[in-house]
């Protein structure tokens, strides 16, 4: 019995197609990979929204890495957002409702500092602006009195 490959075994027509799809699909993810890093647009960063279903409050947080944060570790854990302010406040809210009736939503990966921050600020004011009482929202400028 003749071989056609030197490890015996033969490819049939569907292993090679469905190795040309990875193949093609790897091709893409890098190039958009590449684009994005070239964009500044890429890092460790990731953006979700922390959600209080009780009372409808909503919490914007930006935190590095993909896995989601575990809420009740963090009020004992050191800052994992630039902005001690910012984990300060979520960790009083945390507390407030006693660490019950939260869900987090993952928004956004991989993002650079820069374009967390930019779609953590975007976000903020769309929630705002659909009315929802979001706890770390940026105070509105304060307006100038017309003379």
Avoid: C
Wanted: glycine share 6%; no cysteine.
């Amino acid at each position: 019995m003749a071989r056609n490959s030197r490890s015996g075994r033969t490819t049939t027509p569907v292993e090679v197609s469905q190795r040309s799809k990875i193949d093609k699909l790897r091709a893409l993810r890098l190039s958009d990979e590449a684009a994005r890093q070239a964009a500044g647009t890429w890092g460790e960063m990731s953006l979700g929204e922390i959600t209080h279903q009780p009372s409808g409050e909503i919490f914007v947080y930006v935190w590095k890495g993909r896995a989601l944060p575990e809420l009740e570790k963090l009020p004992g854990k050191r800052t994992t957002v630039k902005r001690a302010d910012e984990h300060a406040l979520l960790t009083e809210w945390l507390l407030k409702h006693k660490m019950v009736g939260f869900e987090i939503t993952l928004l956004a990966w991989s993002l650079s500092e820069a374009e967390a921050a930019r779609l953590q600020q975007a976000r903020l004011a769309e929630q705002s602006a659909a009315g929802l009482h979001v706890i770390n929202a940026v105070p509105a400028a304060p307006q100038a009195l017309a003379s």
